[in-house]
DNA sequence: GTCTATAGCAGGATAGAC
DNA sequence: GTCTATCCTGCTATAGAC
């Protein structure tokens, strides 16, 4: 697994993530990605094919197995408890998104990758919503089905879900307003507070009560 | 003012934003922005200097006097009202961005352009933070501060503004996710829900009971 | 598989006629 | 102010040597 850093058609992968998701597609050149990744002007053509099937190929093979570990971090967080209440499922997501187990600019390009895509879907977005959104949305709304008015149905099920996503994400990725309104730099102890409000106002929000009781 | 029609540099405006919001600054092209305003292909170049120039001129002349014209919107809404509550408000937030005063198209534009500048924020960012979304969302916390408990701080205050129009832009910019995962089209019906849901979700967020109580 | 070289085209910007 | 013509840079993609 060492490949990573040695083989070029990997390296490309992660420089061309990295490029992408911090200028957008159009405004990386395929120039800049093969020197990043220190190879051949060729490379992606040989690799890919093309500059936009790089761009797919970052999706398929990073950001899908990404989204994949965040998940799972947030079943391991949420292992040893004997009961997953909304407010726990929702402070191991907001943690997830906020630390989990990657590094900082890895999470940041993660979200920041999908949120041009929300904004302008591409083909990638199909991948997004069918591949990880669905489901994920499907089974967070089944965790806090139980904990709502009995008969609550799909569509409101999936609104509350949706609306405890947007939270996360929009205090990830829209970090510049947040900082700008708040005043305050994204240090630790920043972040922790921005997940108590998250996990406070979501769980009200679902009409629960203040619960503030997770680990 | 029919020069919005007749004068090239209006048109260059108009068009120009239509392009950046719905592609993104890069993938936009001056070729593309002065043909679809009818115009010569150095006309951007002889009015605003540049490209780069001409997408700060939309900001400056379309997208700010665009945002007063949302937020008029909302004061004259709750202009008839003896106490605006904050479901009040927070529908009449709501409201004005998924009916509001202007087309459906040019609504969805403002959004997205925002929203661009959000993710990668560029010199337009300072503009919109300085000039609207400060301004805009500290006169939203001081409009809910009266029902919050005594003595809450600036910064929760704020936590809590951001969660608000964080939620209002989600459904907003992110259609095409919201469409998905409810399989819902965005028509008169959907958006009248999706208020209902907003305005519930964040005033319980809140911490102030289930209060639908808006008009 | 990796390189160099280059084709072929689209991009932003400008000069200068009208 | 508006146009045409054009410069020149930078782009993606490919051909072909190694």
Redesign the interface.
Same mark, same amino acid.
């Given at each position: 697994m060492a490949a990573r850093e040695t083989d070029p058609k990997e390296r490309l992968l992660d420089e061309a993530e990295a490029l992408f998701a911090?200028? *957008?597609?159009?405004?990386v050149s395929v120039r800049e990605i093969t020197a990043a990744a220190g190879c051949n002007l060729a490379a992606i053509n040989y690799h890919f094919g093309n500059k936009r099937n790089l761009y797919l190929e970052v999706f398929r093979t990073r950001w899908l197995a990404r989204a994949r570990v965040i998940q799972e971090r947030v079943y391991e967080t949420l292992q040893n408890k004997k009961e997953i209440t909304p407010p726990a499922l929702i402070r191991a997501l907001a943690e997830a998104f906020l630390f989990g187990p990657m590094s900082e600019k890895d999470r940041l390009r993660h979200v920041?990758l999908m949120?041009?895509e %929300?904004?302008?879907?591409t083909e990638a977005?199909e991948m997004v !919503?069918d591949e990880v !959104?669905?489901p994920f949305?499907g089974a967070l709304g089944e965790r806090i089905r139980p904990y709502l008015p009995a008969g609550t149905d799909q569509? $409101?099920l !999936? /609104?509350?879900? /949706?609306?405890i996503i947007?939270?996360i994400?929009?205090?990830n990725? +829209?970090r =510049?307003? %947040?900082k $700008?309104?708040?005043g $305050?730099a994204y240090d630790q102890a920043f972040r922790e =507070?921005?997940i108590r409000?998250?996990v406070r106002?979501?769980t009200? *929000?679902? +009409?629960l009560g203040?619960g503030e009781n997770a680990s």
């Open positions: 911090e200028n *957008g597609y159009h405004a920041q949120q041009r %929300v904004i302008q879907p977005f !919503m !959104m669905k949305l569509e $409101r !999936m /609104l509350n879900a /949706l609306s947007s939270l994400l929009y205090f990725f +829209g =510049e307003s %947040v $700008r309104i708040t $305050r =507070e921005l409000h998250i106002f979501t009200t *929000g679902l +009409g203040a």
